[in-house]
């Protein structure tokens, strides 16, 4: 008997709350849902978690009373959002062809730039004695994948076509210039090598770049914290050479190599100052339809799960601080528009202004696009003479 009683009363408590549940949503009669998810790649409801973005952990949201050690910490968070990294190893070089360059001499260099990728990298030394100020050289994006270290250096020992890729690659964004070459006749010992995807490390393409950021989530790593992680690494084999001043190494890189300059100056102090064309503004600003950071691809090589529920990217740059550091961007670049690149150039001014070093920070909008002129390379270069040659 106390059984069946429980069963009515179950019964009657479940049909109770069925009728509860259906009245409301009768009576709401609520027409006002969402019919559609995404709109230009973006969630309908972007705006609104852009909102959240408050970058609680920048220096600048007055949380933090000690520099120092808000970088400490800061840049600790920030290694741990690049995800696992390889393993690492002793790098093995061998020198496997050599070019006389007049100037300076290029070498064709293999090593192991971790315990799963033996690679090959150029590596051009000026001729006298050493040892020389060093510039590690990180190549653009782009969505040009059969050559990276050939952006920056005139390729030697390769084919035609491969030359005439290179060729034209830097008629188009760097006014015919190799930027490895002319900084190696000003005496400067360059290094550069390829990133994951591109020239002798290619094989995904444009097309699958997404795939490849996927597989690498689903190893417990990503794209852009891998590329960080091997970035930091030529850091090191860099300042090994006999040839090298460990204490004057500069970062230098255009488009998606400067984002990787900066990067590298922000979570190493192996890196004393950094040359950035053409990638620095706001993350909110940059957020927005129609923008290449709202399209996939090319957005994974710089998307660090997590990282912007701290930080803003000027935030990021700004553990460099107080290091010598230069930003330039074209006034009509179309993927980093003045709109975005302007506040950023402010975050960073106050940043720089808070240590007492201001002086140490160039920021400037040139005429022009997306690319690193002969005037713009002319003024880095002439800027990097003065922090590293009057040394």
């Not at 070498?107 to 051009?124: C, M, P, T």
């Not at 690659?169 to 360059?190: K, M, N, P």
């Not at 740059?317 to 670049?333: E, H, I, Q, R």
Request: proline share 5%; net charge neutral; glycine share 8%.
């Amino acid at each position: 008997m106390k059984r069946l009683i429980i069963f009515v009363f179950f019964i009657s408590c479940s049909g109770l709350l069925q009728a509860q549940s259906t009245r409301l949503i009768h009576a709401a009669g609520d027409t006002n849902y969402q019919r559609r998810g995404v709109a230009e790649n973006l969630p309908v409801f972007y705006d609104l978690a852009k909102e959240r973005l408050t970058f609680p952990q920048s220096w600048l949201s007055g949380s933090f009373g000690d520099f120092q050690a808000w970088r400490d910490l800061t840049r600790a968070r920030v290694l741990s959002l690049l995800l696992t990294p390889p393993p690492e190893c002793d790098f093995g070089p061998v020198v496997i062809a050599v070019e006389d360059r007049g100037t300076h001499v290029a070498r064709k260099v293999v090593f192991s730039l971790n315990a799963w990728s033996r690679v090959l990298g150029y590596a051009l030394v000026p001729k006298g004695e050493g040892p020389f100020p060093a510039v590690l050289l990180l190549h653009d994006h782009g969505a040009k994948f059969d050559i990276g270290k050939e952006k920056m250096v005139r390729p030697f020992q390769v084919s035609p076509a491969l030359l005439e890729s290179a060729e034209k690659w830097v008629e188009g964004g760097y006014d015919g210039r190799f930027v490895g070459d002319e900084l190696a006749q000003r005496g400067y010992l360059c290094f550069v090598t390829d990133a994951l995807n591109w020239g002798d490390r290619a094989g995904g393409g444009k097309d699958g770049q997404q795939a490849l950021a996927s597989n690498l989530l689903n190893m417990g790593m990503s794209l852009a914290g891998l590329t960080a992680w091997e970035d930091l690494a030529a850091v090191r084999f860099l300042a090994t050479l006999p040839e090298v001043d460990a204490t004057r190494i500069a970062a230098l890189g255009h488009s998606f190599g400067a984002y990787r300059a900066w990067q590298l100056a922000a979570l190493t102090d192996q890196v004393r100052a950094a040359v950035c064309v053409c990638w620095m503004a706001c993350r909110n600003e940059l957020l927005t339809p129609g923008n290449n950071l709202t399209s996939g691809q090319s957005a994974f090589t710089t998307s660090h799960p997590g990282l912007a529920n701290l930080l803003d990217y000027p935030d990021v740059a700004g553990l460099a601080a107080p290091k010598t550091m230069l930003f330039f961007n074209g006034a009509s670049d179309h993927l980093f528009p003045r709109a975005a690149v302007e506040p950023a150039f402010a975050k960073l001014q106050a940043i720089w202004a808070s240590q007492n070093a201001a002086e140490n920070l160039v920021v400037k909008l040139w005429p022009g696009g997306h690319r690193f002129s002969a005037a713009m390379q002319d003024a880095a270069f002439r800027w990097l003479d003065t922090q590293f040659k009057s040394q």
